[in-house]
Structure formats: C-alpha cells, structure tokens
C-alpha cells in the first residue's frame, strides 16, 4: 500500500509563495505519476499538476502555469508543489496523489491513492 501526507499548507496573502509537500511510504516511490489536485468550497475537485517518476515530464492545469512548479525527491520519498504569485482563487484544499497504472495524468479517476488534503487559503 501507499500512505501519501501532505503538509505545507496555511494562509498567505495574496502574491505570496507556499510550498506543499506530499511524502509517501508504505511502497516504492516508482510511480508511473504523481499530481496534485485542488478542491474548493463547493466545486468539483479539479487537477492542478502532476509529474512524471522520472521528472522528465510535467502537467499543468492552464491556471496555474507559469506560476506553480511541481518537483519530485525519489531519494526522500517527497513531491513538492511550489506555488508563487497566489491568488485568491487559489484557495482550496490541495490533494497528492499517484498512480502505478499508466493513463493520462490530468484524470482524477486514474489515481488510485491519495492523501489527506492539506488547507491552503489566499487572502485577497
């Protein structure tokens, strides 16, 4: 099995920078993907980034590129998403997760383990 925690979450002002992280144990961090995914107050969970075991390639959702980077530390089992120039519309409860079957990175559905959620609000 695998055990995904995030943390790094809290409130910021808006043009701030967070950085979340996502461990994993319990299984090889040699996941086909791992992404993140974000739930806000009464809206659908939606795909923010994801990345590849190899590093090689990354996703993002087109509102959060050119401001989010996602990363991976295979040695210390740890993803990270750092997230500059935060909006309020950032604010959300953001989810890690993987997936050890190949399918397409931005599908919720193709993941088949994820974290708690960390908390993560952006004042305007």
């Known amino acids: 099995q695998v055990q995904l925690v995030e943390s790094g979450g809290g409130l910021v002002q808006a043009g701030g920078s967070l950085r979340l992280s996502c461990a994993a144990s319990g299984r090889t961090f040699r996941s086909y993907v791992m992404g993140w995914f974000r739930q806000a107050p009464g809206k659908e969970r939606e795909f923010v980034a994801a990345i590849r075991w190899s590093g090689e390639r990354t996703y993002y959702a087109d509102s959060v590129k050119g401001r989010f980077t996602i990363s991976r530390d295979n040695a210390k089992n740890t993803m990270y998403l750092q997230m500059n120039s935060l909006k309020p519309e950032d604010t959300a409860v953001y989810y890690c997760?993987?997936?050890?079957?190949?399918?397409?990175?931005?599908?919720?559905?193709?993941?088949?383990?994820w974290g708690q959620g960390t908390q993560v609000t952006v004042a305007s």
């Open positions: 997760a993987a997936t050890f079957v190949l399918g397409t990175p931005t599908r919720q559905r193709d993941y088949g383990y």
